[in-house]
């Protein structure tokens, strides 16, 4: 167990939703990321929060939303919910300020499904 | 889309004998680690390589970096059937610290 935990763990809406996906940091890490892997597929970097000021961001519309709160939780909002925002919706922690050469502690995932 | 792609995208082995996973990537790295995920689960952190880095070993795991090929290799000698699972190199690019790219994976399967 790494210590992350994330909520829920499966959860289904309807294309045109919005979605808050929940994460608890190991205490301690300052910096959290929130990946999107497809199926069969790796993960794809979504963003990434460092002492709650977002950090880095991949190549993701602005539908797509965080917040880290200094209690070491975060959250991913996401609206108006499209077909291939289906995925599997992982959180990571890290120790560092989110340098690639941090170990990166990954929760067990959130299971989004839109129909 | 993927920095890194993985070769074979799936690998059967049997069991005690070694598996060898490539991993390459398009653009310069500070490093690259490998992960490994039991069916969609999250992922677990192997083993950590910098550029400037050959080789490395760690337990039954062996990795490799060829920065001039952008190459890596992760060896796992005399596989057990836990080791079953998706294995995953994610790279730090040069240009974007703090920004990790995953492969698309390799999904390793150990006969008894």
């Known amino acids: 167990e790494t210590g992350v935990t994330q909520s829920p763990t499966h959860l289904i809406k309807t294309r045109g939703q919005q979605v808050t996906l929940r994460c608890s940091s190991q205490?301690?890490?300052?910096?959290v990321s929130w990946y999107q892997q497809a199926l069969g597929q790796g993960p794809q970097f979504i963003f990434q929060?460092?002492?709650?000021?977002?950090?880095g961001r991949g190549n993701f519309p602005p539908r797509f939303s965080g917040l880290q709160f200094p209690n070491y939780s975060s959250e991913l909002n996401v609206n108006a919910l499209e077909l291939d925002d289906s995925a599997l919706y992982l959180c990571a922690s890290s120790l560092g300020r989110g340098s690639g050469a941090d170990t990166q502690y990954f929760g067990p995932g959130t299971r989004l499904t839109v129909l | 889309s993927q920095q890194g792609e993985e070769d074979p995208q799936a690998l059967s082995i049997q069991e005690g004998e070694n598996a060898t996973m490539n991993c390459s990537y398009k653009?310069?790295?500070?490093?690259l680690q490998w992960y490994r995920q039991n069916s969609g689960r999250g992922l677990v952190h192997l083993i950590l390589i910098r550029s400037n880095e050959r080789e490395k070993h760690s337990g039954r795991l062996r990795v490799t970096l060829d920065t001039s090929k952008k190459s890596s290799s992760l060896l796992i000698t005399a596989s057990r059937a836990a080791d079953t699972a998706s294995y995953f190199c994610?790279?730090?690019?040069?240009?974007?610290?703090?920004?990790?790219?995953f492969g698309s994976g390799t999904r390793l399967s150990i006969r008894p």
């Open positions: 205490s301690g890490h300052n910096t």
């Open positions: 653009t310069s790295i500070n490093n």
């Open positions: 994610a790279t730090e690019p040069y240009s974007s610290a703090s920004k990790i790219i």
């Open positions: 929060y460092y002492r709650e000021e977002e950090n």
